[in-house]
């Protein structure tokens, strides 16, 4: 007689290419090691930089095979040696550095946080990368707040929109841009002013900027310059484009950062008390079966999707 060992199933690819690369796959059911829970998935975000990763574009995590996904929420079923902090039945939401396109994600306890009983997991799935993002990039490093002017760009993303939100609730003025047809979203998330980038050049309509966020990069970043002030700041996100060099910047008399987003349980429960209480609401333009990840990756390479797009794992 033979027991049968416990399976998960998993998101992955064999080669670099479109979306139709993802396939579903079985594995053994991966065990905690100490530090580490054992999360059953209930839904996972889809952010930029799974595309791109994908694709090959950004090549990260070497040559396939692997599992795509970064953010995720759902319900603790083992913890392992050391872990105190969460419990078997806690439902969590965070942030990995791989793999959380799966049914079942072992991963560092310090990676979570709880999750707000007044959010789903769909749209606790969702905000992982996009909210530690904007976290560290404009109260981390930027700490901004009454009467800091803000500028973000691709402002109705899915960084954009939490990053509009977060200098809302820090007391900034926000400028964004995005197309005309999503300035009544983002002005329901309390943006102040909205430049059409397909209809003005914003570096002619904008002024004065404390804090720029770049999440477009090219060419958008020595622009970008033109519209600070004198000792400004200009955030990128964009991982290899950034589009010029600090020394650059510093020649002009204003500043530069990076931010690449890091898994943060303990940011995380900041950001879960704004989820809870309303001020930050993140979109999630359209949730898809597991099964679906590559049309989920279709509508993600469209480029028409407000806030952000997840998986919903079965039961």
Not at 156 to 179: C, D, I, W
Not at 259 to 286: D, F, M, N, T, Y
Not at 298 to 309: I, M, R, T, V
């Amino acid at each position: 007689m033979t027991t049968e060992h416990p399976r998960t199933q998993v998101i992955t690819q064999r080669r670099f290419g479109g979306p139709e690369v993802l396939e579903v796959e079985e594995r053994p059911l991966p065990v905690p090691a100490a530090g580490e829970v054992l999360v059953r998935v209930r839904a996972a975000g889809i952010n930029a930089i799974d595309l791109l990763v994908r694709s090959g574009t950004a090549p990260l995590y070497g040559e396939p095979p692997f599992t795509l996904g970064r953010d995720l929420s759902g319900v603790v079923e083992a913890v392992g040696e050391g872990v105190t902090r969460l419990r078997p039945g806690d439902e969590v939401f965070g942030k990995v550095d791989a793999g959380a396109y799966a049914t079942h994600v072992a991963a560092p306890a310090a990676y979570f946080a709880a999750k707000p009983a007044t959010v789903d997991h769909v749209h606790a799935a969702a905000a992982p990368t996009a909210t530690l993002t904007a976290w560290q990039a404009l109260i981390d490093i930027a700490r901004v707040g009454p009467g800091t002017r803000v500028l973000i760009h691709a402002a109705a993303g899915g960084v954009g929109h939490a990053a509009v939100q977060l200098a809302k609730a820090e007391g900034a003025f926000v400028v964004a841009t995005a197309r005309a047809d999503r300035h009544d979203f983002l002005r329901g998330l309390g943006a102040d002013e909205l430049v059409d980038y397909t209809a003005v050049d914003f570096t002619d309509a904008v002024h004065d900027i404390d804090v720029a966020l770049d999440l477009i990069g090219g060419d958008y970043g020595p622009r970008t310059l033109n519209t600070l002030r004198p000792g400004g700041l200009l955030i990128s996100a964009i991982p290899g484009d950034l589009g010029l060099t600090p020394e650059e910047v510093e020649a002009r008399g204003m500043r530069f950062a990076v931010v690449q987003a890091e898994p943060s349980g303990e940011r995380l429960e900041k950001i879960a008390a704004l989820l809870a209480g309303g001020r930050v609401r993140i979109h999630v333009e359209a949730a898809l079966p597991f099964a679906e990840a590559a049309k989920a990756h279709e509508l993600g390479e469209a480029g028409h999707a407000k806030g952000k797009l997840v998986l919903v794992l079965p039961d």
